[in-house]
């Protein structure tokens, strides 16, 4: 936008907080709110999510899960039915980056050298010899909700060993709204 230039005018104009607006200027208003936005299309089924509908293909999605088991770089979980139960199926949900093994065990970052104990627990040691114990906090246990994503640009990077052979990465990525970070124990 050019300095000094004034966008063009909504119409209508947008009402004052005490203005009552009829059906068709709301109408307008919201026309006017997303010009210029991409619709989504549907185009793909989503199977295994009751009533996830169709989405257009590269679309994101978020659906509720419930941990079954938590190992190094994913989750194992259920999809949250539109009941509120868990389904049957299990689904690998990859675990937020800084939440991985993978990329930490073994490896110095800035300094601190990560040795991991376990899935969700791991010991920091700095240049001076000074050790830490951390794990996961709030911990990922069975029976937890979580919310995860897909369609991520790229993909979630985590890769799952099947049990017959051959490797599976996770559509699925956790959102970690409960806000889980490594922490001192």
Known sequence: MTAGRNPAPINPPIPRKDQRISAKDQ???????????????????????????????????????????????????????????????????????????????GQTVNGIAYAYTGDNARTGTDSEDNTEDQQVTPDYFAGARILAIRGITGGTGVSVVQEQGGNVRPAWQDLNDAGRVWAQT
Do not use: H, M, S
């Open 27 to 105: 109408r307008d208003l919201r026309d006017a709110a997303l010009a210029g936005v991409p619709r989504v299309r549907p185009t793909a089924q989503i199977a295994g999510l009751p009533g996830a509908g169709r989405v257009q293909a590269g679309a994101v999605q978020v659906a509720a899960f419930e941990i079954v088991r938590a190992l190094g770089d994913y989750l194992v979980c259920k999809v949250v039915l539109e009941t509120g139960e868990a389904g049957t199926a299990t689904v690998n949900v990859a675990k937020p980056w800084q939440l991985r093994r993978t990329p930490f065990d």
